[in-house]
């Protein structure tokens, strides 16, 4: 297998679906001027192959986009080589902004200030439910 040094302090983005760490990538890291890794296609006993994202100092890290995306992400948080904080990113029930509601009349694509906010209908086919019109959106990912 590929072998990337570890990291001393840093984030590690795992378990994310093969093929999707670069659509992560380019929504939510493409900006940061520190070192990043991305490893495509890792073998992964539970997953068969799997993509890892691999970066170092802090990071804020948008949990609610990761698990919209992929709700089988854990975030790996490390500082002076000991993992100090695991999250497993899990289906997201509400979600603040990250996407676009559906309804093209809707407040939120108008007034800057209304961030829609959006509460799971369907569980497993990403359905959400606006808070402004109650408009019912299915979470895309290459929006
Ligand atoms: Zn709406």
């Known amino acids: 297998m590929l072998e990337v040094k570890g990291i001393q302090t840093g984030i590690v983005i795992d378990h994310i679906k093969a093929g999707t760490g670069l659509i992560i990538f380019n929504k939510l890291f ?51 080589n000991h993992l100090v904080k695991k999250i497993n990113t899990g289906i997201r029930t509400r979600i603040k902004g990250g996407m676009k509601c559906d309804n093209p009349r809707c407040i939120s694509h ?18 959400y439910s606006c808070s402004y019109c109650e408009e019912r959106t299915v979470f895309k990912l290459e929006d």
């Open 110 to 127: 108008t007034d800057d200030c209304a961030i829609p906010e959006f509460t799971l209908v369907t569980e497993g086919k990403r359905m």
């Open 30 to 80: 493409h900006t940061t001027k520190q070192p990043v890794v991305l490893l495509m296609n890792v073998n992964s006993k539970l997953l068969g192959t799997k993509d890892i994202i691999k970066m170092e100092g802090s990071h804020s890290i948008d949990v609610d986009m990761l698990g919209l995306i992929d709700e089988n992400i854990t975030v790996n948080f490390i500082e002076d």
